[in-house]
């Protein structure tokens, strides 16, 4: 059994930067793929950003591209999610995930995760 659990999520104004850290404990995540999803409020749990078991291949939705960037530390058996230039849409509760499986191609749909977290608030004014 894996807990996960984020960290790192608040209050910030639009332009502004967070980092949100997935903490896991109970088994290492060292060899599985790992991926943030997040939900706005009244819409559907969408996938954000993947990252591979090495870090050697990440993969982001197209909204998030080249503001935020997902990391690991397999050593922490943590992984992050630096988000830059926040928008007031990126207001949502974000959730990190461990892949089901050891495959190491990006997984996109909630049903290849078989872990989650229990989410932590990221709230951008503007």
């Known amino acids: 059994q894996v807990q996960l659990v984020e960290s790192g999520g608040g209050l910030v104004q639009a332009g502004g930067s967070l980092r949100l850290s997935c903490a896991a404990s109970g088994r290492t995540i060292s060899s599985y793929s790992m991926a943030w999803f997040r939900q706005p409020p009244g819409k559907e749990r969408e996938f954000v950003a993947f990252?591979?078991?090495?870090?050697?291949?990440?993969d982001y939705a197209d909204s998030v591209k080249g503001r935020f960037t997902i990391s690991r530390d397999n050593a922490k058996n943590t992984v992050y999610l630096q988000m830059n230039t926040l928008k007031p849409e990126d207001t949502a509760v974000y959730y990190c995930?461990?892949?089901?499986?050891?495959?190491?191609?990006?997984?996109?749909?909630?049903?290849?995760?078989?872990?989650w977290g229990q989410g932590t608030q990221v709230t951008v004014s503007s």
């Open positions: 990252i591979n078991w090495s870090g050697r291949t990440t």
């Open positions: 995930a461990r892949v089901r499986g050891f495959g190491s191609e990006p997984s996109y749909t909630r049903d290849e995760y078989e872990y």
